[in-house]
């Protein structure tokens, strides 16, 4: 099994940046790939970015140019780095781990799953 743990959340201004983290713990060796998800009250959950272990990355169009996605090994942590937030950026952010070596960008490919983080941008 593997443990996700979600930091960093909180209440920022539009235009303000934040940073997520998300620790893994357990048989962190059995993990090729993390990513970031959200969810928006009555929406769907969705994709925002996602890195394997080879520092592949992938990103939704609405995370280009203001979100960077990183990988700390030595840490079994991964991180997302938002800038230019904007109020349809409010969402709960969940990190996912990915055991298959393909770059998942599914959120069925993925085997675990954290509690979340609540991101909040005021407008």
């Known amino acids: 099994q593997v443990q996700l743990v979600e930091s960093g959340g909180g209440l920022v201004q539009a235009g303000g940046s934040l940073r997520l983290s998300c620790a893994a713990s357990?048989?962190?060796?059995?993990?090729?790939?993390m990513g970031w998800y959200r969810q928006a009250p009555g929406k769907q959950r969705e994709l925002v970015a996602t890195i394997t272990s080879g520092d592949s990355s992938h990103y939704a169009d609405s995370a280009k140019g203001r979100f960077t996605i990183s990988l700390d090994k030595w840490k079994n942590t991964v991180y997302l780095q938002m800038n230019r937030l904007k109020p349809e950026d409010t969402a709960v952010y969940s990190c996912?781990?990915?055991?298959?070596?393909?770059?998942?960008?599914?959120?069925?490919?993925?085997?675990?799953w954290g509690q979340g983080t609540q991101v909040t941008v005021s407008s």
């Open positions: 357990g048989r962190i060796f059995s993990i090729n790939a």
């Open positions: 996912a781990a990915h055991e298959g070596e393909r770059l998942p960008l599914r959120s069925y490919e993925y085997d675990y």
